[in-house]
Every structure is written in structure tokens, then in C-alpha cells.
């Protein structure tokens, strides 16, 4: 019911500059946050950036400074501008969003399909 298609993934240069964006469609009803995660072969998935209700956002403490995370409303979508990438910033990103969908009482996660970010020294 819901379906979310991220882009903007690829290869740069350390200290170079990345945007990913993820668009969701379907019968949604209200969302309550996005987010973006990542992982990292052999690591756990770990949150990077969320945005809420009142434009508060999140983010992980090794990308605070260098990431934004943006959203709009109007076409249901989640930006992530990724600034002085590292090579340690490598890793599948995977947009989340939190959404009540229509005659569903209960807010379910629904992940996009990943996109590839990778930052070469």
C-alpha cells in the first residue's frame, strides 16, 4: 500500500557533496516522521537523520554539521544533503518513513530500497 523509491546515490570524492531523495505514494493517510538510515557491510543499520511534526529533526552525531535533512509535504518526500562526505560515510542508505495508511488505525515503518553511497579517499 505504501511504496517508496529513493534516488541520487553514486560515487564522489571525499569532500565532495551528495543528495538523496525518496519519494512515498500510496494510500497514506498521515505520516509521523521520516528518516534516513544506512549501512555498512558487516555493521548494524543505524540511523542517520529523522524529521518530525513541527520540523524537528535528529541526527547521528557523526554527521551532525556535515548532513540535512529535509522533507516535503506536498509530494511526500525526504531530501538528505550530504556535505564533506567521508569515506567513512559509505554505506547503503535507506529512507524510513512512519505512516498510517488509509482505514488503518495503527502507524506502520516502510522502507525504501536503498541506494548506494560511496566516498572514495
Known amino acids: 500500500q505504501v511504496q517508496l523509491v529513493e534516488s541520487g546515490g553514486g560515487l564522489v570524492q571525499a569532500g565532495g557533496s551528495l543528495r538523496l531523495s525518496c519519494a512515498a505514494s500510496?494510500?497514506?493517510?498521515?505520516?509521523?516522521?521520516m528518516g534516513w538510515y544506512r549501512q555498512a557491510p558487516g555493521k548494524q543499520r543505524e540511523l542517520v537523520a529523522a524529521?518530525?511534526?513541527?520540523?524537528?529533526?535528529l541526527y547521528a552525531d557523526s554527521v551532525k554539521g556535515r548532513f540535512t535533512i529535509s522533507r516535503d509535504n506536498v509530494k511526500n518526500t525526504v531530501y538528505l544533503q550530504m556535505n564533506s562526505l567521508k569515506p567513512e560515510d559509505t554505506a547503503v542508505y535507506y529512507c524510513n518513513i512512519r505512516a498510517a495508511v488509509l482505514l488503518r488505525d495503527a502507524s506502520l515503518d516502510y522502507w525504501g530500497q536503498g541506494t548506494q553511497v560511496t566516498v572514495s579517499s
Open positions: 524529521i518530525i511534526s513541527g520540523s524537528k529533526t
Open positions: 500510496g494510500s497514506i493517510f498521515s505520516i509521523d516522521a
